[in-house]
């Protein structure tokens, strides 16, 4: 495998690919699309209050695609799940608010019938003109969109011409538009996000310029065993925080109080400790106390009637030292409980750091959808990154070596 372009800070959209055996066929290469019928997976899965797109962050990171597809002419079947709706239609989770921010934010109507499959989404596919854009109705009000179905598949198939995929936050489940629809298609390839999410994340993984340093937060170790297990491999340090780092300290028999513990990873974490101690750095001081919404004070041991809610500040001068030399930054999940005031200075400290870090030539990818929103708590926006993912369990499996279901059915570059 040859070694990975280093490349600016900031990928752009129209990059070249690399890495033949890792990166996939794009939109670029699907020729003329003048009047062709274009199915576009998308990842619309996005949160809804009082009938409105309360945050359109996925809407937005697919518009580059979306509006390379209209500028090549092509008519645009564009498709996602919303929320878990248990195989029938539930009218909370309904794409017309996501239509309604889409024809927003594209500045041009969007078609929405409430139809996905059967006459009425084929007569509005079929009725498209060149540039146009329809979307379907929330894919996951069919009972077949997580059964691997092979006859919605069809129905789904009879609605388009080409198939692209731009949703890599599904692309590690085998969800039927997702793993089985593209099989059914000769020409497909994948969207400019799709494309941008394995540029970025190959880079992280298959040989990230030393040093390389991980910061790893959030609550469950479990969920993130494989990824810390690649990163431990690779990684010059793996910064723990977050309610993670309460499992490991547990591990060392340090007292934790009522801090957060994922008590099934407690084993795997003495192990880890044991073979990867010198690559491992936990917190050294806590900001602790009796709750989130209580008091918090800095402390360097964990009072067993407390819990801890944040790294303390001895902590983060830690971390930004470790940090201040790396050439390559992967950061995932927040540091602390960052929504409340007094709990949140860990996360946000850490995310301005990065974001210094960024302006003097370092490669930070961040991922997860807590840390976007702790970059967003933080005043920070996602061109203060090199790449901000917008996967949250397809950036770790992909992370961790293993391969994404949505990425393998799609064509190599």
């Given at each position: 495998m040859r070694e990975l372009a280093s490349g600016p800070p900031t990928l752009p959209y129209n990059f070249t690919l690399y890495e033949e055996d890792i990166m996939k066929r794009t939109i670029d290469a699907l020729g003329d699309l003048k009047g062709k019928r274009v199915f576009l997976r998308v990842d619309f899965n996005v949160p809804l209050e009082g009938g409105r797109v309360a945050d359109d962050y996925r809407i937005r990171n697919s518009l580059p695609t979306i509006k390379a597809l209209m500028a090549k002419g092509a008519r645009l079947v564009v498709a996602s799940h919303l929320g878990r709706p248990k195989g029938a239609p539930e009218p909370k989770y309904s794409m017309a608010p996501v239509a309604r921010a889409l024809s927003e934010l594209l500045g041009s109507d969007v078609a929405f019938t409430g139809a996905l499959v059967g006459p009425e989404a084929q007569k509005a596919a079929d009725a498209l003109r060149p540039g146009q854009v329809f979307l379907l109705e929330n894919l996951r009000f069919h009972p077949g969109e997580q059964a691997g179905d092979e006859a919605f598949a069809k129905d789904l198939r009879a609605l388009a011409d080409v198939y692209v995929n731009d949703a890599f936050g599904t692309a590690h489940r085998k969800d039927t538009s997702v793993y089985l629809l593209p099989t059914m298609f000769q020409e497909k390839a994948a969207g400019l996000l799709m494309a941008k999410e394995v540029e970025a994340l190959a880079r992280v993984r298959e040989n990230p310029e030393k040093p390389f340093v991980v910061l790893m937060g959030g609550a469950k170790v479990s969920d993130k065993i494989r990824v810390l297990e690649a990163m431990l491999e690779k990684a010059d340090k793996v910064l723990i925080g977050g309610g993670m780092a309460y499992t490991f300290l547990k591990a060392m028999g340090k007292e934790v109080g009522r801090s957060i513990l994922d008590e099934e990873s407690l084993g795997w974490a003495e192990d880890a400790i044991k073979k990867w101690s010198k690559v491992i750095l936990l917190p050294v001081d806590h900001v602790v106390g009796q709750s989130p919404d209580a008091p918090?004070?800095?402390?360097?041991?964990?009072?067993?009637?407390?819990?801890?809610?944040?790294?303390?500040?001895?902590?983060?001068?830690?971390?930004?030292?470790?940090?201040?030399?790396?050439?390559?930054?992967?950061?995932?999940?927040?540091?602390?409980?960052?929504?409340?005031?007094?709990?949140?200075?860990?996360?946000?400290?850490?995310?301005?750091?990065?974001?210094?870090?960024?302006?003097?030539?370092?490669?930070?990818?961040?991922?997860?959808?807590?840390?976007?929103?702790?970059?967003?708590?933080?005043?920070?926006?996602?061109?203060?990154?090199?790449?901000?993912?917008?996967?949250?369990?397809?950036?770790?499996?992909?992370?961790?070596?293993?391969?994404?279901?949505?990425?393998?059915?799609?064509?190599?570059?």
């Open positions: 918090g004070m800095v402390s360097d041991d964990i009072p067993p009637d407390a819990a801890g809610f944040d790294i303390g500040p001895r902590t983060v001068d830690l971390f930004k030292s470790e940090l201040s030399g790396a050439r390559t930054v992967f950061w995932n999940g927040p540091l602390g409980v960052f929504e409340k005031p007094g709990y949140a200075r860990g996360t946000l400290e850490m995310a301005h750091w990065l974001k210094d870090m960024v302006g003097r030539g370092c490669f930070v990818v961040t991922g997860g959808g807590d840390t976007v929103s702790a970059i967003h708590s933080a005043g920070l926006s996602d061109e203060d990154f090199s790449h901000v993912s917008t996967g949250g369990g397809a950036t770790l499996e992909y992370l961790g070596g293993i391969d994404l279901p949505g990425l393998s059915v799609l064509p190599d570059a």
